[in-house]
């Protein structure tokens, strides 16, 4: 109990919920033709109005001052967001046109075409003009041997149209475009061969852009090993984050096991990178100051790590996280500093890009380790045991469930998927990924060194194929993946009051009182009352046609409607998929 009750009386945590609560509710309601500025004259208002009272300094007024400064965060969550939302978006021309870029990222290989993030600086008009873009997009292009290849930091200037992508939400409940503006893309385009050409190569790269290029080196270093393509797969994405590599079936296999978080460079290899580097460097400890010194060189060694990583934004979030717990532990010794710290990287990383908060993996990275502050030492203490060996099992799969219970309700929204057995999959995950992550670095370091080398990058790959069986073994035991057990947004909501609830009954202890168990009981009717409305409902099946295929759907189940001769029959309707192809023998 203590812990909710320290980080609600926490000021940054209501102003944190104040900020996200504006960026939500404005990027969901504000109206596209009303200009942001107008907001921005009634924050400026609030702004006078907040520093004034807190001026004044009345104990009487506190609350009033704390409900201004509340609105004053609210509506600069909203403005940052359409603020932002603005700088991104840009009216295309509808036809192709010639444009002017640099490459942000490194070409990966997509199918026949290689694609990179491109910044496109200037826009061809008629009479040899041109015009001022900045802005970014997905550029592919067909590779073209009379060009030289584009690398990250290259001038280049193509011939295309550029748009944002179609909508799918109707059909398929996301919408790629604004997946994609959130990420800061204005659209997409396709350059065919002949129509790009590499105009510069950079003088100096950006810092950005030397991460990613630092990214591909240790990619190359990992190819140069000759591993499997699976393990290579998993050794780039465990380590450095580079996913391109994986295959939708070893996907699959990872989330069905339930350990897909491992091929995400996360909270959970910045953790476990910094077990090792405590271990590695503990001597240090016996120095005066030992022990802050040791924390700033683990902070500093875990950024460094973060830079090979191509400072993803997973990453890069995990080791804010961690650099701002550090710190928190130097100036408190509050046993609730990790929640604290953990308000700050949230507050910090939302007033930096307001998207973030519609990114999947910071709102599953935040609930995971809000999550693992609150239920994991109640799970931890739940029960006594004197084995080490047992103790640490318990305490791995302590907190495996704590991650897991946070999660929850994000999992059931967006995926609709459950995995069964993901305590049996962390218990092996935890030990084999940490034993990757010792070896590669290993391998790195020593693969030069005759005979050692080759051994350490050989153990590596026996580890990353025990992981990968050990995972695939998982996902072949019956009943390993729950499926289609979609959340609306309320039942959602429900769930994670849920869950709160259920903390503050088993937090409370022998201090828990009737209120803990009605309010509990009357979430959990709320829940299980939605979810009757919401499945007892009779859904229409709706008939879709795109991209030359015909679809049905009823409520988030999509199915897709095949045939050989062209002709379809669903319910009483007869359907015919032209195609000049398959027609031709009709004529």
Sequence with gaps: MGTLHSLIAYPLFRLTICLATGIFLFDTWWPENLS????????????????????????????????????????????????????????????????????????????????????????????????????????????????????????????????????EKELTGFDYGDYLLRKGISG????????????????????????????????????????????????????????????????????????????????LHVGIFSCILLWLFYPLTYLKHGRKVLALLVVCLLWGFAFISGLSSSVVRAVVMYSLYTLASFCSEERFSGMHSLVLAAFLMLIYNPFFLFDISFQLSFAAVFS??????????????????LRYIWNTLSLSMSAQLGTLPFILYYFGSFPTYFLLANLVVVILAGVILVLTFAALCLASVPIVGNTVITLLEWGTLILNKSMQGVQQLAGSQITSVYLSSSQACLLAGVIICLYLCWASGIHRKASDWIRLLVVCNLFVAVSCVEYAGEAPEQLYFFRSEVYTRKKDCVSTHRSETGLLCIRNMHIAVLNDARWRTYE
């Design 36 to 167: 942001w500025q107008y907001g921005a004259a009634i924050w400026l208002l609030l702004v006078g109005v907040c520093g004034g009272l807190f001026w004044l300094s009345h104990w009487r007024w506190r609350w009033l001052f704390g409900g201004v400064a509340g609105v004053t965060f609210f509506l600069w969550g909203g403005i940052s967001v359409l603020h932002q939302r603005e700088t991104v978006q840009y009216s295309w021309a509808g036809e192709p046109v010639i444009y002017k870029g640099i490459v942000e990222s490194v070409p990966e290989v997509r199918g026949k075409t290689l694609r990179a993030e491109v910044r496109v600086e200037m826009q061809r008009l008629s009479g040899r003009k041109w015009k001022r873009v900045d802005r970014n997009i997905l550029l592919s292009w067909m590779p073209d041997s009379l060009s030289s290849p584009l690398a990250c930091g290259d001038s280049v200037c193509f011939y295309a149209k550029v748009s944002r992508p179609f909508s």
């Design 188 to 267: 997409t385009a396709l350059a065919y061969a002949g129509n790009w050409r590499c105009t510069g190569k950079p003088h100096s790269l950006s810092f950005m852009q030397r991460a990613k290029v630092c990214q591909q080196k240790v990619v190359d270093v990992y190819q140069s090993w000759g591993l499997e393509e699976d393990v290579q797969a998993v050794v780039s994405a465990l380590t450095i984050g580079e996913k391109s590599e994986l295959t939708p079936e070893l996907k699959a296999v990872y989330s069905a096991a339930g350990a897909s978080h491992v091929l995400a460079l996360s909270g």
């Design 372 to 389: 693992i502050l609150a239920f994991y030492p109640l799970f931890s203490r739940s029960l006594c045991i004197k084995n080490r060996v």
